[in-house]
Structure formats: structure tokens, C-alpha cells
């Protein structure tokens, strides 16, 4: 009761402030919050019964993967047809950070620890995929006579698509590496502030959230190279199409 009294608060201070400012968000706003408090709640639901049912995290995940890739696709603008390479980029990323922290033992082999870790570096493997997509199709757009060139010189079409590829994983990185680099002294993550209210000692909290952090980097490089990789060719092939015509 307390929690739904501080959210109407909170609520009521952005709907009176953009109403004063005439800001046109009010509607959206409203409908965000609603959506979101139905989402976490069927969430909460689903991920209790997942801890209950250790087994259900096998089913769980891949679904995770493949909602993310389909937002991906969305974003970049290349659709279905780049589905089964989103998948791919994103199941490596995943795979890159999950496999050396379970390895190591510096998470436990349960559902409750496994779940919320795999489910953080898959939405940032999904981020990672979605801006390295979305600005290779922009640089291909606004930059399209450096491929030209390539091909003109005899390079197949990912060859010539490779640099802007890798110049667009370059740039979908620095929001995780900013991250990085501002925790703790811009903002506290959300994993440290989580551990925090939970009761954790704050050293605990440090060492998850540190944990978080670096395995978001080592996702989202190697979904994003993947990415790139991946989708040079396509998106050279597509756009060489009407050049040649």
C-alpha cells in the first residue's frame, strides 16, 4: 500500500509539472506507468513460479532470446529476414557473459541467481544488437559512395559494408561503456540500489553490481561485432541492388 502511495505521488508531480510546463506527454505518461505496473506485476508472477520450477529457466530463456531478437529486428529496420542472425549474435553475447561467471562459481548454479544475471546481459546483448543495427542502415544511407567505392574496387558486398559495420558496433558500445565508467559517481546501477533495499551489505552490492556491469561489456562486444558482421553483407547486398539496376 505504501509502494502504490509513493508511485501516485511520483506520478502526480510529472503529471502536474507538464501540465504547468503545457508539455504534451501527459497521456503517454499515464499509459506508460499503467502498462508497466500490469507487465512487472505478470512478471513477478511468472518469475516466482520459474523459482519454484528450476527446470522452467531452460524454457524461459530462449523465449527471452527470441522477444529480443524480434525487437531488434524491429529497430533495425531489416526485419524478419535478419531474425536468425539477431538470434545468433544475441545467444552468443549471452553465452559470453553467463558461461565464465558460472564457471568461475562467482554466481551460484540456481535459478534464482542464473535468471535475473542472463535476463540483464540479454537486454543489453538486445540493446547492443538494435543500435549497431539501426546505425549501420544509417550510415549506409548517408554514407552509401565509401561502399560504392568498395565495390567498384572488386570487394564483395560485406567487405565493402565492413567498415561502417564495425564504426557502428564502435558507437553502439559507448552507452556500455559509459555506464561503466560513470557507476557510482553519476549514478548508482540498478543491481547495486536493488541488493541495497534488500538488505546486502553495501561491499556485497559492489561486487554483484561490478559482476553486472563487466558482463554487460563482454555481452554486448561480442552481439555487437557479431552484429556487425552478420549484417555488413546484407545490407550491402540489398543497397547494391538498385545501384546495379
Do not use: C, K, N
Not at 527471452?64 to 535478419?82: H, P, Q, Y
Not at 568461475?104 to 535468471?115: D, F, I, K, Y
Not at 559482476?211 to 547486398?237: D, F, S, Y
Amino acid at each position: 500500500m505504501r509502494v502504490a502511495l509513493a508511485v501516485a505521488a511520483l506520478l502526480v508531480i510529472f503529471l502536474s509539472v507538464t501540465s504547468t510546463a503545457q508539455i504534451a506527454v501527459r497521456r503517454d505518461a499515464v499509459v506508460a506507468a499503467a502498462r508497466a505496473a500490469v507487465q512487472l506485476a505478470l512478471v513477478a508472477l511468472v518469475i516466482a513460479w520459474v523459482f519454484r520450477h528450476p527446470g522452467a529457466v531452460a524454457v524461459y530463456l530462449p523465449v527471452m532470446v527470441l522477444a529480443a531478437a524480434e525487437t531488434a529486428a524491429r529497430r533495425t529496420g531489416l526485419g524478419r529476414s535478419a531474425l536468425l542472425a539477431l538470434i545468433v549474435a544475441i545467444v552468443a553475447g549471452a553465452a559470453a557473459a553467463l558461461v565464465p561467471v558460472l564457471a568461475s562459481g562467482a554466481l551460484a548454479l540456481r535459478a534464482q541467481t542464473v535468471l535475473p544475471f542472463a535476463a540483464q546481459v540479454i537486454g543489453g546483448a538486445m540493446t547492443a544488437a538494435s543500435l549497431t543495427g539501426s546505425r549501420l542502415q544509417d550510415d549506409a544511407r548517408t554514407q552509401w559512395h565509401l561502399v560504392e567505392g568498395g565495390l567498384a574496387l572488386g570487394a564483395t558486398p560485406r567487405q565493402a559494408a565492413t567498415p561502417l559495420a564495425r564504426h557502428a558496433a564502435a558507437r553502439a558500445l559507448v552507452p556500455a561503456i559509459d555506464q561503466t565508467r560513470s557507476a557510482g559517481l553519476v549514478t548508482l546501477p540498478g543491481a547495486f540500489v536493488g541488493l541495497l533495499l534488500g538488505g546486502a551489505s553495501p561491499a556485497l552490492a559492489a561486487q554483484v553490481q561490478l559482476l553486472v556491469l563487466v558482463g554487460l561489456l563482454a555481452a554486448e562486444a561480442v552481439t555487437a561485432a557479431l552484429t556487425a558482421h552478420l549484417l555488413a553483407g546484407r545490407i550491402g547486398a540489398r543497397r547494391q541492388a538498385p545501384v546495379a539496376g
